[in-house]
């Protein structure tokens, strides 16, 4: 079973980001800006040894491969941003592409949702719109972008096929056709098709193994909010609230104060465990923590007390339960370096190499 790490590209300077944000802007800004919601809080938080690397080094790439590697991830899942042949923040798959010291297998996940002003609230304003061309056309264009990356020694195939993601599929006008497309294009170049999952929790719900893909990922923490999501849906709220008085004060608390919502950590994790999959095809995931307040404020989600001890006991625990129950080749982390999510492995001023250290031993 290989653990897969999902990769954010946002750490380097672009025009676009310049424009809309700010001179200078990367997900550091976000980061180092970040304030405590309540007592209690640990906000911001600092890479160990201050390190807000710029990924346009190239040997920040090189060090992060190597140290994934050391502490047993099998590779990283990078995001990328295609529309229409507009590309944002490519630089760093590039980059890694054209140096083979970056010596980490990896996959690619396509991004593929509009961006919008979400960052301060203002989601109704787009900033780059993702419109699907149903032109095959453009559909080659995009698999001919991809196709150095799938060749490449270091990519991962499943059964002789490029690993694939599309984050939210169900939103790609005419998917079934497009994917289809691409699996024909791969055969022509050599390969046996191409291996595709889907990642967001509402692809489940669109029930996205119906457009034809391989398998589906319980991308976490929010697989787990959406089977919560589900269970007050299911009932109604005001008979859930009476059901659950903990929600019910939870919720009116954070209205009363002007909270983030908060989730215990042990409950998440508990219903992890707890779960069979919903469907064939569908590989597990974890999270060693989640906090967005740096990107959201008082309107994050905050998976309120992790700990690197914590995250040891329950990863050990999913991993065995992917391979006993889930009988899975796979297993996504969320994440590498999602630092303005509170989700990453790597090292911070707080729990220093802690959550790496829990990932090897629960490995």
């Known amino acids: 079973m290989k653990t897969i790490a999902f ?21 550091w800004v976000n980061v180092k800006n970040a304030k405590p919601q309540f007592k209690g809080h640990s906000q911001p938080e600092v890479p160990l040894g201050n390190n807000y690397y710029n990924l346009l080094n190239p040997d920040v790439q090189v060090k992060q491969a190597q140290l994934a590697q050391e502490y047993g991830v099998g590779g990283f899942c990078y995001y990328h941003y295609w529309f229409e042949g507009k590309l944002l923040l490519e630089k760093p798959m590039e980059n890694m592409l054209s140096n083979n010291s970056v010596d980490i297998p990896f996959c690619i996940c396509w991004a593929n949702e509009t961006w919008a002003r979400t960052w301060d609230g203002q989601e109704k304003q787009v900033l780059m719109k993702q419109n699907y061309n149903e032109d095959r056309e453009a559909w080659k264009a995009h698999f001919e972008y991809l196709l150095p990356f799938f060749k490449d020694s270091r990519y991962i195939l499943h059964d002789g096929k490029p690993m694939m993601l ?62 919560i999501h589900s269970e007050i849906s299911s009932c109604g709220k005001p008979l859930y609230a009476i059901r659950n008085p903990k ?7 954070r209205k009363l104060l002007n909270l983030p919502v908060i989730y215990d950590y042990d409950d998440i994790w508990t219903r ?45 625990k999913r991993v065995q339960r992917a391979k006993d129950i889930y009988n899975a080749p796979y297993l996504f982390i969320n994440a590498w370096n999602e630092w303005a999510e509170g989700a990453h492995l790597e090292p911070d001023t707080v729990n220093g190499y802690g959550y790496l250290e829990a990932f090897k031993r629960g490995l």
């Open 272 to 316: 992890i465990l707890n779960r069979t999959p919903e469907k064939d095809g569908v590989i597990p995931g974890a999270f060693p923590a989640w906090d967005n307040t740096p990107r959201r404020g008082n309107k994050s989600n905050v998976f309120y007390q992790a700990t690197p001890e914590k995250f040891k006991r329950y990863f050990a």
């Open 247 to 253: 929600w019910f004060w939870t919720k009116l608390k």
């Open 166 to 227: 599309i984050y939210k599929p169900h939103l790609i006008t005419n998917c079934r056709e497009m994917i289809g497309y691409w699996r024909e294009l791969a055969i022509d170049a050599g390969f046996k098709g191409i291996y595709f999952g889907y990642q967001h929790p509402s692809a489940f719900d669109a029930d996205c193994s119906e457009l034809g893909f391989d398998f589906g990922i319980e991308f976490e923490p929010f697989y787990t909010v959406r089977e």
């Open 7 to 27: 990769y954010l590209p946002q750490f380097h300077t672009i025009p676009e980001n310049d424009a809309w944000w700010g001179e200078g802007f990367t997900e």
